[in-house]
């Protein structure tokens, strides 16, 4: 029966620690590989306490808490500067620097000598001893975890971390800091590895490095893999089966001499078989969705951008005014002294031949690229050189050529993303949400639905977005822009691709929202787009604007056209 239990047990200990590395890789898209690292500093924290303070359990967990969450931010500021493989070698490098330290600082961990005689948690008066009176203490600890994982994971918090996932230029581009999130959800993961730590520490009573090295690492990180990323309920799974399936070795009777290099093949051919053939795990990110008929917005009506207000001597002046902006790469110039403005309620058309630099100037206004010389101001504050998620925040919303849509999460949920200023992105907000938390994201689902309405994808909202046609995907990158309430909307080729008979109903769509106040500067190619839809239009050749005038004018001279079509 001992036996049984202690096999529940590792079930939860390694549940623990896959829902934990779940919010790194499967929310966040974070290719770490030192999970071990702070599930070590966890038991070391708590058993150092225990051994030579003579604090109790509790103190120990909060200890071992505190200390990874520490270690979290610490490294994960300058580990989070670089993505894709160069953070799993920065993440390689924590995990070896981790164990070197367990393993050489004699004086305090005792080396390859490990810590004994770790003292039996004492909870409340009661002594906990045997397996069967650790498993409750397992299962409850375990359940927390998860309990709190998943109410990180379903709050606006969780959305910004998918977004952060599938796109991180589009995420920055709808006024959210990847920075800080990507160091909050290493400090979360890293807190509850330290949980497990200290659990596994009053357990097993003995400690040393070799319980936490990078075998480990890729262990649990097979446990999210298996499970399925991106989905808690997964890392519950892939918990049970990796740690069941080399149990079977046992009645097997395998010499325990390879019995543990069986394990490590084992849990190889898994990760590659799952990697090659099953990405999304035994139970995927969406594989418990439920079916739901299409929603409606509130009132049955859509709340498009509000009406247009009457004009005011402030509302001639340009919202937005680039002056001298100059960007090179190297030999090349893309802007070269560039000056243009953007009158408030007004659409202006941006065009020129291909490599005028019109994409380039959407990326150093916005924030994307910085400018080598020359100026940006919106509202008559100077924004040059803001990073590209302040300067969302002020009120400056762009698209993308190609689109970057957050593909596996729903059309709703690439809109709710959008809203700004939700309070639910901060984390103590959205671990301890409450009533008022509710009622902000039901306000914020019905916009979004309302958005949704406006570009006729209502029927959609639960649909995931690589689902959608192109032109569907089209109509959503608009609506998730409209999200964000920005005044001015930076469109680059929004009817590119489009068949003609929806080009159409692109542009009555980019005409309600100059009709309701927004103003709009759209890159185009098409010149019946430009000449249908905007009421003025900027010529860039080189980098620089040398013609401004309406559409008619600008189309009518022949020595634009021959630049245009390089003749």
């Known amino acids: 029966m001992d036996y049984v239990v202690h096999v529940l047990i590792n079930i939860a200990l390694y549940a623990i620690l896959g829902v934990s590395f779940n919010l790194l890789l499967g929310y966040t898209g974070l290719f770490a590989v030192s999970h071990a690292a702070f599930f070590g500093i966890g038991a070391y924290a708590s058993a150092l306490l225990a051994l030579h303070a003579g604090l109790g359990f509790l103190w120990g967990m909060a200890l071992g808490i505190v200390v990874a969450g520490l270690v979290g931010a610490v490294i994960a500021l300058p580990a989070l500067r670089v993505s894709g493989d160069y953070l799993v070698i920065v993440s390689f490098g924590l995990q070896i620097i981790v164990f070197s330290v367990m393993l050489n600082w004699q004086d ?26 650790y498993l409750p203490l397992f299962l409850a600890v375990a359940a927390l975890c998860f309990l709190l994982a998943r109410r990180l994971t379903r709050s606006p918090f969780g959305r910004v971390l998918k977004a952060i996932r599938e ?20 400090v979360v993961a ?35 893999i298996v499970g399925g990323a991106g989905n808690l309920w997964g890392s519950l799974l892939g918990a049970v089966v990796l740690v069941v399936m080399p ?29 090659r053939f099953r990405p ?48 090179t790469f190297g030999g090349i110039r893309a802007l070269s002294n560039l000056s243009m403005v953007l009158p408030q309620g007004t659409i202006t058309g941006l065009i020129g031949p291909n490599g005028a630099g019109k994409t380039t100037a959407f990326n150093v206004i916005t924030g994307f690229l910085p400018a080598d010389a020359g100026v940006v101001h919106y509202r008559g504050v100077e924004i040059t050189g803001l990073a590209p998620y302040r300067v969302a925040r002020l009120g400056i919303a762009r698209s993308f050529q190609d689109l970057r849509l957050f593909q596996r999460m729903t059309v709703l949920d690439n809109v709710l993303v959008a809203r700004p200023e939700q309070s639910g992105e901060r984390l103590g907000r959205a671990l301890a949400a409450g009533a008022r938390g509710r009622r902000e994201e039901a306000v914020n689902r019905d916009a979004a639905l309302a958005y949704l309405d406006f570009v006729q994808l209502l029927p959609k909202a639960d649909e995931i977005a690589e689902n959608l046609s192109y032109a569907e995907q089209k109509l959503l990158a608009l609506a998730r822009l ?27 769509l980019i005409r309600r929202l100059a009709d309701r ?8 190619h098409n010149l019946d787009v430009i000449k249908g839809l905007s009421e003025r239009v900027v010529f860039l050749d080189g ?5 401004a005038g309406t559409p008619e004018t600008i189309m009518a001279d022949p020595r634009l056209a021959d630049l245009y079509f390089g003749r």
Not at 190 to 210: E, K
């Open 167 to 186: 796109d991180e230029v589009a995420t920055q581009a709808l006024g959210k800091n990847i920075t800080r999130f990507k160091v909050l959800v290493f």
């Open 543 to 547: 980098g620089e604007a040398i013609a």
């Open 247 to 275: 149990e079977s070795l046992r009645f097997l009777q395998v010499p325990p001499t390879v019995s543990g290099a069986i394990r490590q093949l084992i849990y190889g051919v898994l990760l590659v078989l799952f990697m």
């Open 190 to 224: 890293g807190a509850l590895a330290a949980v497990a730590g200290n659990l596994y520490a009053h357990y097993i009573t003995f400690i040393n490095p070799f319980s936490f090295t990078l075998e480990e690492s890729i262990f649990i990180m097979a446990v999210v």
């Open 517 to 524: 106040g927004k103003t709009v500067c759209v890159i185009e």
């Open 482 to 508: 409209l999200a964000t309430e920005a005044e001015l909307l930076l469109l680059d080729e929004p009817t590119s691709g489009l068949a003609p008979t929806t080009v159409g109903d692109m542009l009555a």
């Open 108 to 133: 305090v961990t005792r080396g390859v000598a490990g810590l004994p005689g770790i003292p039996r948690p004492t909870l409340l008066g009661w002594k906990v001893n045997t397996p069967s009176e």
């Open 280 to 327: 999304q795990g035994l139970w995927g990110e969406h594989a418990a969705r439920p079916a739901t008929g299409p929603p409606r917005p509130p009132g049955g009506t859509p709340a498009a951008p509000p009406a247009k207000p009457a004009r005011s001597p402030l509302s001639e002046q340009p919202l937005l005014e680039v002056s001298g902006l100059t960007k």
